[in-house]
């Protein structure tokens, strides 16, 4: 398993304004996941981001929103861009495939 | 949209007691994965379940997966205050990407000492 870690861990930010969170491998992997997981809800996939290529984006997000980058194998950031209340959530990193995914401990993201 | 329905949705139980939680879908599962969240934390793999009929058993935690691949379920066995938190289940689509994970809205247990 990779161990995986976020900053920041939590967040108070003002509607309007953009939030970039990231996420740290500690090891090379191929597949990077970004997720949200709203309150008392499960958790929605919001892209996958492959090194060196363009995030692809599930139905819902798109990359004016939730910006991603990739620039190397350890590393991604998720960009929260133009907030409202509505994006309160915890935003999750992941990597792996579907057998298995190994998750960051998550970002709590308040927007008041 | 592949969907897998989880119940019950909240359990509260007390120490020593058993448990069994569900997870549904009609579309078939090329895997499912179980995972447990607790709060402030990122969700932990279980396990894994690839075979139709496969059972694992973790500790005081056995996994079935259906027949049929379309199901799962997580029983546990003499609830300990420790296994407090909220019980995912995740599947990887048989027609669909195989690193794509659809996770059920998850069951929130509680064990009271």
């Known amino acids: 398993s990779a161990v995986i870690s976020q900053k920041p861990s939590r967040d108070i930010c003002q509607r309007g304004t953009s939030l970039t969170i990231q996420c740290q491998v500690d090891?090379?992997?191929?597949?990077m996941f970004w997720y949200r997981q709203q309150p008392g809800q499960s958790l929605t996939l919001i892209a996958t981001a492959n090194q060196g290529s363009e995030a692809t984006y599930e139905s819902g997000f798109v990359i004016d929103k939730f910006p991603i980058s990739r620039p190397n194998l350890t590393f991604s950031t998720l960009t929260v861009s133009n907030m409202s209340p509505e994006d309160s959530s915890i935003y999750l990193c992941s990597v792996g495939s579907g057998n298995e995914q190994y998750f960051g401990p998550g970002t709590r993201l308040t927007v008041t | 949209t592949q969907l897998l329905e989880q119940s019950p949705q909240f359990l509260s139980i007390q120490e020593g007691e058993n448990l069994t939680v569900y997870c549904n879908s009609s579309?078939?599962?090329?895997?499912l994965q179980w995972y447990r969240q607790e709060p402030g934390e990122g969700p932990v793999l279980l396990v894994t379940v690839v075979t139709g009929g496969e059972v694992k058993k973790l500790k005081r935690l056995t996994f079935q997966f259906g027949d049929a691949r379309k199901d799962s379920s997580l029983h546990i066995t003499a609830a300990q205050p420790g296994d407090t938190g909220l019980y995912l289940c995740a599947g990887a689509w048989s027609g669909g990407s195989n690193y794509k994970l659809t996770f059920g809205k998850g069951t929130l247990l509680t064990v009271n000492p």
């Open positions: 090891s090379q992997v191929t597949m």
């Open positions: 579309s078939v599962f090329s895997s």
